[in-house]
């Protein structure tokens, strides 16, 4: 009986240090995983801002206008057209997205429309944006006429960017606690009631965190725009309030080639001298833009999550 | 539909024989064969059950035996879950709860729900406790101020938290927030109070207290507790229920029914034959 203890407990031992040097190899191997991601990400920022970072804090070429034939020319009107394109799909998918996640989570009955609701959407997030782009041209540009224009990008970025913020807010309000909801209906509140005033709240961390990452997405985005917003930049005049006029910042009927869609042309049939330079400084601005909007992302997440539950 | 069927219903003492709902002084409350099934599966048997006001019930018996089932009934809650069906009567002030015609939003807040789990919304403390009474009328900014502090000092939280009251309520101990949540409750003036295991999350000091207000509120409201503490039971309750296995086997004066168990199953149970 001693003996067999003796046994029992070596075996055990062996199993507890087959154990233990298998948990030591994991963790060098998911190390060294982690370590190439980082690598990676890395050496592409570096690669990026060392080769147009200088420009980042040139004004001229943050301002200037792009030049057709000669050197020297800036990625004003593209920098404009890219932030107007994104607070402006931002504007349609924000409540297009929140019905519909508030609609899936909250009303729909399980069953098998929701289902397959359910699956279209995830389907449509995974549609290559190339797809998503020509297809805006045949809708937007062709059939409603609208030429390239920035409603007719707006309008593709929002088919592109939709079933990514449906997914987050849909997740965040899945997360929010069961007895949160409960207890909101149990004082005799409605659903929407309840939606409004107990769920958004619960949500809000993950939802802004989620919308600011989708947004470095469609900041960067050109396949989609290529055929839908157009490669060509028309000189902007600020002053100018007249909706109607081509120079007209505000015109969402004219054409609007964005930072990405620049970068992509000038690479693909740019006859600027100064290419080479043009499409690295365009490029470090864009890279900084979601950088930038990365880590608002974090912030913002963080101090929404510290006023939800403290203070 | 009900009253053809031939199994014998467990009776509750106090039940009146008045059939045609109308309310009688001594009931606040009272089921008549309420039954429960998700889906296929029963999950409650048909019973009947009358609650005295200014009384405390406790509910007891077993996990899953259908007592947070059977309480989640009584104000509509699983009419938020999917496939689950409800049938039978639930007498309120002469009216049937489950007849289709029942305003579920005034039931609800007749009838408030405490749950387990401490669950503040990510609000203050203050607009925790205002959030029902706001949504529900049009009050002045004194009038909201008057109900919030009524409320916090029934559940004796306000002393502890009044310079304090603009804190978001998560950030208080799972003991306060509790209180906190029955104060939301109790802002919206219910008659009944309906809780599903309230201590079981929090430490002796917090149950005692919450204990100490299950009473104090029994004076004028009538409250329903399910617990899995018999001695809570024994302590708190002026008449126990218990469940097994979705049946309601016996129903009586507390201290009758923990000295002496009509039925087999009870005994078997009060005295830890099974859990
Ligand atoms: N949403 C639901 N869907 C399907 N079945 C359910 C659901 N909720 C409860 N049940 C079933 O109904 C029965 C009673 O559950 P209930 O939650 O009422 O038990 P309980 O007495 O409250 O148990 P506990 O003491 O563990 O809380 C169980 O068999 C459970 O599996
Ligand atoms: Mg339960």
Redesign the interface.
Known sequence: MPNQDAMTREDEGLRLRGARRADRAATIVLGALVAIVCALVAALVFYVLSRGGAKLFDLSFLTGRPQQFKAGGGIGPELFNSFYLLFLTLLISLPLSMGAAIFLTQYAPAGPVTTAVKTAIETLSSLPSIVVGLFGMLVFVLFFGWGFSIISGALALTIFNVPILVRVMQQALEAVPQGRRDSSLALGLTRWETTIHVLIPSAIPAIVTGVVLSAGRVFGEAATLIYTAGQSAPALDFTNVDLTSPTCPWNVFRPAETLAVHIWKINSEGVVPDLAVVSAGSAAVLVACVLVFNILARVLGRALERKVTAA | MMAEMTVERPVDAATTAAGDGRRTTDEALRCEGLSVAYGEKQALAPCDMTFAPSTVTALIGPSGCGKSTFLRCL?L?NR?I?NCHVGGHIWFHGQDALAPGCDV?????CI??V???P?P???SIYDNVA??PR??RRLSRAQLDEIVERSLRRVGLFDEVKDELK??G??LSGGQQQRL?IA??LA?DPEVLLMDEPTSALDPISTKMVEGLMRDLARDHTVIVVTHNMQQAERVSNRTAFFYLGELVEVGPTKELFSHPRERRTQDYLSGRFS
């Open positions: 104000n809650m938020e999917a939003y005034d039931l609800r807040r408030g729900m749950f387990q789990q669950n919304f990510p609000l959030y029902g949504r529900h804190k978001s998560l950030a949540c939301r409750t919206v």
